[in-house]
């Protein structure tokens, strides 16, 4: 088992390449991340997912005052390459790394569930266009307790720049 460790953050992996995490802080107290970094991350996973650059499972707990810590497993093989990524880029050893991925995650989830936010993004084969409202929102609102985007909040947040005024932030080299 290697081991790791930054002031809020100990990393260990086990002899079967899943890493764990332990995260002094709950979710919902991770910092806020810049947009750019988001950008990085989302461009970096894409291109892993590209070069079927796939990933171990990653386990995160998550420590709260009390007894009753978060935890989080990622173990989808499209979570796990994205993940990879995001640890290969910025690095999954820091609050901040791990807020970059949880905040892509979960952008990726909203992107696939919420119909509201598709004026505000478009996905094509050679890549996505995101507004830099939802990309900024993403990046800086808090985190929930269970490490997502709080879908009402970023709602609200996003509607207050419509999609059409500035056009779509360029993401993976698509031009928008």
Do not use: N
Request: proline residues 7%.
């Amino acid at each position: 088992m290697t081991r790791g460790s930054s002031a809020a953050v100990t990393v260990a992996r086990g002899h079967d390449g899943v890493f764990g995490y332990l995260v002094s802080v709950p979710p919902e107290d991770l910092p806020p991340v810049r947009a750019r970094d988001l950008e990085a991350a989302w461009d970096a996973s894409r291109e892993a997912a590209l070069r079927d650059t796939w990933d171990v499972p990653r386990l995160f707990r998550f420590r709260r005052a009390g007894d009753h810590d978060t935890e989080l497993a990622l173990a989808d093989p499209d979570a796990c390459c994205w993940a990879g990524a995001v640890d290969r880029t910025l690095g999954l050893a820091t609050t901040y790394g791990i807020s970059v991925c949880l905040r892509l995650l979960a952008l990726v989830d909203l992107l696939a569930s919420a119909a509201w936010a598709s004026p505000w993004f478009a996905l094509r084969r050679d890549g996505a266009a995101i507004h830099p409202s939802l990309l900024s929102a993403a990046a800086s609102l808090p985190l929930t307790e269970q490490g997502r985007l709080d879908e009402k909040t970023l709602r609200r947040r996003v509607s207050a720049a419509p999609p059409g005024r500035t056009g779509p932030r360029t993401l993976a080299g698509v031009s928008a």
